[in-house]
């Protein structure tokens, strides 16, 4: 599998992020359209260039946006630290086509992961109030096919809180990497060995799949994750 180079020319270059924290997904909300054509709606509405780093089509083919290293235009407030990736279609009418998830899935595990680690993967609705990347994204899908037969992990870091943990976004990525550790969201299922788990329940009943040992860096108020998480880094 490769990337589809698409050359595109953007009114000036964008800025190079200094950090990558998550991978957000998109739905194009739209038929299958290609990363030219969803560059022309972008700038169309006087941005720099199409916002998403990489686009999907519904046969699979992944073709580049913006360039991965630098600032997209795809999650206000979340731009600067993240990488944006769109699957062609409208997800609340239609789900995307098994090539698409296989392709996403690629991307991250095999091309993305590898280069600026196991971090976070998550909806942009995880991150604005919107719908994307729509009612019939099919999580549990997806998120089996990422989990696919790995072994048991040593360590994992779930993030089980119900709300969104952006404050903590430098702790946990630091966390991560110290424990070389993926991060995974609430309701994912996790298979390891010991599952580091912030915010949220610590119950193992509570949490999806095979936990193993369960470390809790949690309080009863987020104040009190957060607390928990800083002395819990001073540590490792």
Not at 35 to 56: D, E, K, N, P
Request: hydrophobic content about 35%.
């Amino acid at each position: 599998m490769r990337i589809r180079e698409t050359n595109l020319n953007f009114t000036r270059t964008p800025a190079n992020r200094s950090s990558t924290a998550k991978y957000i997904i998109h739905h194009s909300y739209s038929g299958d359209v290609s990363a030219q054509t969803i560059h022309g709606w972008h700038l169309a509405r006087g941005w720099l260039g199409i916002g998403y780093h990489f686009v999907i089509r519904h046969n699979g083919n992944i073709e580049r946006g913006r360039a991965e290293r630098t600032i997209g235009a795809h999650a206000r407030g979340h731009n600067n630290d993240s990488i944006g990736i769109c699957l062609t279609g409208n997800f609340m009418i239609n789900v995307p086509s098994k090539a698409q998830l296989e392709s996403l899935v690629w991307l991250l595990k095999d091309y993305l992961f590898p280069r600026y680690g196991e971090l976070p993967v998550g909806g942009h609705e995880d991150y604005q109030a919107t719908l994307c990347p729509g009612a019939k994204f099919p999580w549990d899908t997806f998120r089996t096919m990422m989990e696919g037969e790995e072994e048991m992990a040593e360590r994992v870091i779930l993030l089980n809180s119900e709300h969104p943990m952006n404050d903590m976004n430098g702790g946990i990525v630091w966390l991560s990497q110290r424990l070389k550790a993926p991060v995974y969201f609430k309701g994912t299922p996790v298979k390891a060995k010991r599952t580091y788990v912030v915010g949220g329940s610590t119950d193992k009943s509570d949490i999806a799949g095979e936990p193993g040992e369960i470390v809790p860096i949690s309080g009863e108020t987020r104040a009190q994750t957060l607390v928990a998480l800083g002395k819990f880094l001073e540590e490792v």
